[in-house]
């Protein structure tokens, strides 16, 4: 897949504070290769993280790295009104023919509201709404979720110049403001399929996703 160079750097002066803190590291072996798997606690509210990665990292070295919110309907289920768990097993598949990499697993299902509202948005899109109208019909902003604490586990575990495999321009945004320098921009595309064809357009048109697939 054709990848593009990003100029993406902006310099930030050292006033971190640490908010999240390593409680557990394991192997995990997988079908695409050994990873390690570390649980992260957030130090600031209820929330944990997954970290899945692999390889040593410093910070000279370009590190291949996805922040990738929880679809319980795609990366389990194999949902195809998404391409969530596609973009997953990408990543993963990626990192291990690199030898390297980070994917940041963050638990803010269905744009941070939750699985069973994420049903209920279904239910409505089965009426004719888009996903963007569902989550606004039940009282939720369009995306909810945050990234900085994300960042902050990928630097915790390393890494410093990052290649992300991403099509989303607030998980690069909150990547520059957390001070990790983007050396490139891996895009994780699909062909669309019927049922997420129209999901893929809203990414694309009405939230601003890198996209080329969709009109």
């Known amino acids: 897949m054709q990848t593009e160079i990003l100029s993406y750097r902006e310099e930030k002066p050292n006033l971190e504070i640490k908010t ?3 409680v557990a590291e394991a ?9 390690q798997i570390a649980g992260y ?3 600031t509210s209820d929330e944990e993280f997954i970290a899945l990665f692999k390889g040593e990292f410093d910070e000279k070295m370009p590190v291949p790295v996805r922040i990738h919110s929880q679809c319980l309907t795609g990366d389990v289920f194999h949902s195809l ?6 973009q997953l097993r990408w990543a993963m598949e990626r990192i291990a023919n690199e030898g390297h990499g980070i994917i940041v697993y963050q638990y803010q299902e269905g744009r941070g509201i939750g699985i069973i509202n994420k049903i209920r948005a279904y239910a409505l899109q089965d009426k004719g709404a888009d996903t963007v109208e569902a989550n606004l019909m039940l009282g939720f902003d369009v995306d909810l979720r945050k990234y900085d604490q994300c960042v902050e586990i990928i630097k915790d575990l390393g890494a410093k110049r990052v290649k992300v495999m991403s099509n989303n321009p607030q998980k690069i945004k909150a990547m520059i403001e957390g001070g990790l320098e983007i050396v490139e921009r891996i895009p994780i595309e699909f062909k669309p399929s019927k049922d997420s064809v129209n999901y893929l357009k809203v990414k ?8 080329n697939l969709v009109g």
């Open 20 to 22: 999240v803190e390593k």
């Open 27 to 35: 192997r995990l072996p997988t079908e695409f290769g050994d990873f």
């Open 41 to 43: 606690r957030s130090l």
């Open 81 to 86: 009104k998404c391409d969530c768990g596609k």
């Open 204 to 211: 694309k048109l009405q939230m601003g996703h890198l996209l």
